[in-house]
């Protein structure tokens, strides 16, 4: 989070599905599937992971974390614009949502023509500093990627992109 003075994190936990087979602890895949169908993850193709938002002074003003089903869809909306005008913004920033959708759009159209990879329990990481007006957002979390064939696309990662930048454009002045 270089250069940033007071950043805030939001995780959305990507895809309809966040564990396979060979990425899974003995005795753990049905505590995963029930996460799954309790959350967002299976209509949306994401889930709240996890969030942090300060203030203009750097004071932790919100954290979640592993908040599995008490973040449902009507609540997404609120904590993105929530999430845009932390760090004492009055208002959401155009500038950093443009950010946000430029990467959000380059990252949907790699994978929809360019990755064949399966990217199960992968995140994008949403961070922003309205105190110094910088933002990030960058996939991460990639032990549980797997090498699939040339056609393949991760159709649940695509709909999660799909989702987050609809929601965003909610914001666009």
């Not at 990425?23 to 895949?29: A, E, M, N, Q």
Request: glycine share 6%; charged share 30%.
């Amino acid at each position: 989070m270089d250069g940033m003075a007071h950043p805030s994190v939001i995780d959305f936990k990507m895809g309809t599905h966040t564990v396979t087979f060979n990425c899974i602890k003995k005795g753990s895949l049905e505590t995963v599937k029930k996460k799954d169908a309790t959350t967002t993850t299976h209509s949306l193709g994401f889930r709240v992971s996890g969030l942090n938002f300060k203030d203009e002074n750097g004071n932790l003003i919100r954290k979640m974390y592993r908040q599995y089903g008490k973040i449902v869809e009507t609540d997404i909306p609120i904590l993105i614009k929530e999430f845009l005008m932390t760090g004492g913004a009055k208002s959401p920033d155009s500038e950093a949502i443009k950010y946000f959708l430029v990467e959000l759009r380059k990252m949907k159209t790699f994978m929809e023509t360019l990755n064949t990879r399966e990217m199960v329990g992968s995140s994008v990481l949403f961070v922003i500093d309205n105190t110094v007006r910088k933002w990030k957002c960058k996939i991460i979390d990639l032990a549980c990627v797997t090498d699939r064939e040339k056609e393949w696309r991760d159709h649940g990662f695509i709909l999660g992109l799909s989702n987050l930048i609809k929601f965003f454009e909610l914001y666009l002045e």
